[in-house]
């Protein structure tokens, strides 16, 4: 193969050094917040497409290392990654940070996330699935909740307890038993439909929450609720809510289910 010298470059017809420009306060006008996502998870991002607004609200992720297996050994790990995650995400000024694990904050400690952030950003709003969800389920004076999992029993029960301890009584439980989380991402929303319906559909509760950042709720709460004629909310879901009104922003937003309907103030 014969190799060419390269050609000379051609002069530029214009060449501007140095323009000028202005600076503004970026995107997030309203707020920025930071999302800490399970290196696993292939869910979140579209779920938080589809239930933050349009504009002035700013969204940075940074991805936290996980195994794919869910057991409670595995998530109690997750603590020592949360500073140097946060370390990860762009220099702005941050209104909310969300860890996005149901049962990593609870094997963790809703309290513990909040201090392993703040090693890093002191003073920011920090929240979770199960603080978001108990917010939630309170906004939406729900009393008896179903509560819908993938998990496997040994994190089924212990949820369930957590959660209840937590002030959140739960009288219907169901699960898909699937502890592979790249499975989990992979099952259907007509899958997780069917079982809100079906977990729903009992006299014992007056609302559903769906547990797990990797099961695809988001897009179909409001045609859920229209059938089931109940409130319904998940991790993901109750999340992005939860940010938006810690954050500030109570704007009713438009098919994304009652609970976005909801004003805080």
Known sequence: MTIHPPQAAKPLAVNREGLPFEIDDGIGTLANLGLLVLRTDQTIEDEFRFALPRSEIALYQARLYSDVEITP????????EIPGTVGLLPDVKFDVIGFACTSGSLVIGEERIAERVHEVLPGVKVTNPVTAARAAMEALGARNVALLTPYMP?????????LMARGMNIPVMGSFHEPDDNRVARITSGSVERAIIELGSSDECDAVFVSCTSLRVARIVEQVEAKLGKPVTSSNHALAWHMLRLAGDDRPISGAGRLFTLRTR
Not at 154 to 162: D, G, T
């Open 154 to 162: 040994e994190i089924n029960h212990s949820l369930r307890a957590s």
């Open 73 to 80: 050994a595995n998530l109690i790990k997750m603590s020592d």
